[in-house]
């Protein structure tokens, strides 16, 4: 299960020895309803090895602003406490594996 990412626990999170994958979302979103199976699939094949949150923008503003978030679905991918990539938009699983497989690898 994608972990509940908030302004409280996001330092925690980034700062983990873990890659860590970041969905902003909001209910009112279709394509983020659309891409949240993909999230929750994701979570649980790369469970222990990556952490994958996602962030109800409408309730987190620190981080939306932190990250310049305008458009949602957004995704952004951190290793070792920084950026490493970005997907914004709906994407396909295979797009979001690729990268998540580029963050263990590098």
Do not use: H, Q
């Amino acid at each position: 299960m994608a972990l509940k990412v908030t302004d409280s626990n996001f330092e925690e999170l980034l700062n983990s020895d873990k890659p860590l994958v970041i969905d902003f979302w909001a209910e009112w979103c279709g394509p983020c309803r659309m891409i949240a199976p993909v999230i929750e699939e994701l979570a649980s094949d790369y469970e222990g090895r990556v952490n994958i949150g996602k962030v109800d923008v409408d309730n987190n503003s620190e981080i939306v602003s932190r990250f310049g978030i305008r458009n949602i679905p957004t995704i952004l991918f951190f290793k070792n406490g920084e950026m490493a990539d970005k997907c914004v938009g709906a994407s396909s699983k295979a797009i979001f594996v690729e990268k998540i497989e580029k963050l263990l690898r590098d």
